[in-house]
């Protein structure tokens, strides 16, 4: 692996042609676990899938769209048409520079505005690929139901914790844990900020977290990423579908 903490001598001698971009968030998660929840857990699996990749690891952004946690201090969130623009502006970047495919890797589960974004850089760029790694969308994989007792994990839930105990268990509080599981689904975040359906700011049951639960759970991300990046790339090569 080659990273941002190399410099641009080794960089460029080794030559990279996979980038891998981590966005995170800086919000709240409840008063369990700390705001840098969402940018470490992107960092750290990013980081194990550039190793076992030999990928280019670019620094994680510890910022994205969180509008859902209006209202709480340690929450800052960036406008979707500023993060377009973010994405965009380090695509070109690493267009210019020889990358031929750019990870980005979604720590945070509400950065909707990634689809466009990809969907866009990858029509108007075929001799690239871009490809959206969101790590909620292995929440329902059979890996993680066979780790993980409560199946409505959303935020500071048993998922994040249990990965913080693994990662950062100097600044998780379980004293401070609260459990809540909203009876409405996910999409109301589009109304109301997370406050209106759980007071705690938290959406699962986070007393079910546990160390173990996250060593396992981090095996499963990394390995589900990496099978998902392979696929999409497998996929795109064998097809010449401009040519159909």
């Not at 692996?1 to 995170?24: D, H, V």
Request: proline letters at 5%; glycine letters at 4%; hydrophobic letters at 35%.
């Amino acid at each position: 692996m080659i990273s941002y903490q190399n410099t641009a001598k080794e960089i460029r001698e080794k030559k990279p042609t996979i980038a891998i971009l981590p966005i995170g968030s800086t919000e709240q998660h409840g008063a369990h676990l700390p705001t840098s929840t969402d940018t470490v857990i992107s960092s750290k699996i990013a980081e194990e899938v550039a190793k076992r990749m030999d990928a280019y690891l670019l620094p994680t952004l510890p910022y994205s769209t969180c509008r859902e946690h209006d209202g709480k201090m340690g929450s800052f969130s960036l406008k979707s048409q500023t993060l377009y623009c973010v994405i965009e502006d380090i695509f070109e970047a690493a267009k210019r520079q020889g990358i031929k495919t750019l990870v980005i890797m979604l720590g945070h589960g509400g950065i909707f505005i990634s689809n466009p974004v990809v969907r866009e850089l990858n029509a108007n760029n075929p001799d690239m690929q871009v490809i959206k790694v969101d790590l909620v969308q292995f929440f329902t994989s059979n890996e993680l139901n066979d780790i993980l007792e409560c199946k409505n994990n959303l935020h500071a839930c048993e998922y994040e914790t249990s990965l913080m105990y693994q990662f950062d268990e100097e600044h998780v509080h379980p004293e401070e844990i609260v459990d809540c599981v909203p009876d409405v689904p996910r999409d109301y975040l589009n109304y109301a900020p997370i406050f209106r359906y759980s007071p705690a700011g938290v959406w699962g049951m986070p007393s079910l977290a546990s160390k173990e639960k996250g060593a396992k759970i981090f095996e499963v991300m990394v390995q589900k990423s990496i099978d998902y990046i392979n696929d999409v790339l497998k996929i795109n090569r064998e097809r010449d579908f401009y040519h159909e």
